[in-house]
């Protein structure tokens, strides 16, 4: 049981390119979610999915793009990075159950440097 | 979401218990506290939560006031792997349950 699992753990791109960030997670959570976090702050949160085809803005959205095709996946797009996209991505999920929406699962972080 | 207001930083002896404060003023009637840390640049990791009333599990306690307006994180015996940053989070459980994580509370284990 991998738990949340986040791909790549690095990149570095140039001002411009694309790229797609992968969280995979084996616990057939329906809630997923993605988060930056810039150097000495918290977690901001970009997007979430609420269930497999659905999609929803979070805090910082701009500049982003998600997909949730299937359950286990969800999908962070960046179509143009910019250096302000630099940052560490943390994937979440977590499930619906008795009393509500349960604590959030992390996975280990991608960190993005865009030059 | 409720506000939560916590130390910058603490210190800590190794092996002595680690209590670490929260205040929450606005909470509402609905709203959990949710603990979790982070330890260097690792994803954040799930501690403990509660309602009102106070909670244990193998990691830590966790102690509500009465009026629900603050709370305490208490790591039994702490140890240096226990050196993280720890966020304090009130939130309902209803809808999406997005996170909103502050700056947290830095705690230092001392050998």
């Known amino acids: 049981n991998a738990g949340v699992t986040q791909t790549p753990k690095f990149r570095v791109l140039k001002t411009g390119q694309s790229m797609t960030l992968l969280c995979a997670q084996d616990?057939?959570?329906?809630?997923m979610y993605w988060y930056r976090q810039d150097p000495g702050m918290g977690l901001r949160l970009i997007h979430y999915?609420?269930?497999?085809?659905t999609t929803a803005k979070g805090e910082v959205p701009d500049g982003y793009n998600v997909s949730r095709l299937k359950k286990q996946n969800f999908l962070l797009g960046l179509e143009s990075a910019a250096p302000s996209q630099t940052s560490v991505y943390f994937c979440?999920?977590?499930?619906w159950g008795r009393g509500g929406n349960q604590p959030q699962h992390f996975g280990d972080g991608t960190r993005l440097s865009i030059l | 979401d409720a506000k939560t207001t916590q130390p910058t930083s603490m210190d800590c002896a190794e092996g002595r218990a680690a209590n670490l404060p929260c205040n929450h003023s606005?909470?509402?009637?609905?709203?959990?506290v949710y603990w979790y840390r982070q330890i260097h640049s690792q994803g954040p990791q799930y501690i403990i939560h509660?309602?009102?009333n106070n909670e244990t599990n193998e990691m830590a306690s966790l102690i509500i006031t009465e009026d629900r307006k603050s709370s305490t994180l208490i790591l039994p015996h702490a140890t240096l792997r226990d050196t993280a940053v720890y966020y304090c989070?009130?939130?309902?459980?209803?809808?999406?349950?997005?996170?909103?994580f502050g700056t947290g509370t830095r705690l230092t284990v001392i050998p």
């Open positions: 979440a999920s977590s499930y």
């Open positions: 606005t909470i509402s009637g609905n709203e959990y």
């Open positions: 509660g309602l009102k």
């Open positions: 989070i009130v939130r309902a459980q209803t809808g999406a349950n997005n996170l909103f």
């Open positions: 616990m057939n959570h329906e809630y």
């Open positions: 999915s609420v269930g497999e085809g």
